[in-house]
């Protein structure tokens, strides 16, 4: 008797449209989609429970995503849900606006929160950014941000700042 287990049996729930973003891939601007990718465990093929659960944000035409954490799946899934009910009659137009801006307040506050921490943390990423050059700070800041740490970007930013102050 044998006994087949596995690891890799992924499950896709699409949670809709939801807003509409530049892709930095393709360079379309599409109404991206929400994906939540769960990855089970199997017992003779039969999905037990997922081992890892990844949220998407990515675009329709190239697939080209950002992955999300939780909590920024959450406020996703509540556009992607808002806009689901309009589009389904649930809610009339006014009803999605006034919801759609209450879950963008959120959406800022979180933002807002993570930028002045990145703000904080940048301090320790000064000397390194002054060690690269302009053509290596432009590359960084404008064509691979998803590439480095955002405190990273920051100080890299003020950098190119200070520069062309100082040029002046």
């Known amino acids: 008797m044998f006994i087949i287990f596995g690891w890799n049996h992924q499950k896709t ?12 891939n393709c360079h379309n601007t599409e109404i991206w989609h929400l994906d939540k990718v769960s990855t089970f465990f ?27 954490d939780k909590n920024e799946f959450k406020n996703y ?11 389904e009659k649930i809610i009339t137009e006014k009803e999605k606006i006034k919801q759609l801006e209450e879950i963008y307040k959120v959406i800022y506050k979180v933002n807002s929160d993570k930028r002045i ?15 690269k050059t302009d053509d290596e700070l432009f590359t960084i ?10 405190a ?10 200070k ?6």
Not at 15 to 22: D, L
Not at 42 to 68: A, E, R
Not at 142 to 150: A, L, M
Not at 163 to 168: A, I, N, P, T
């Open 13 to 24: 729930t699409n949670y809709g449209s939801v807003e509409q973003h530049k892709c930095q």
């Open 42 to 68: 199997t017992f003779f093929f039969i999905p037990l429970f997922p081992h890892s659960i990844d949220y998407w944000f990515y675009c329709p035409t190239c697939l080209s995503g950002i992955k999300l």
């Open 77 to 87: 899934k509540s556009i992607a849900e808002t806009n689901s009910a309009f589009l």
């Open 117 to 131: 921490k990145y703000i904080e943390e940048s301090k320790e990423w000064v000397s390194l950014a002054r060690e």
């Open 141 to 150: 800041t404008n064509e691979k941000t998803d590439e480095y740490n955002p």
């Open 152 to 161: 990273f970007i920051i100080a890299a930013e003020i950098e190119i700042g």
């Open 163 to 168: 520069r062309h102050v100082d040029e002046k």
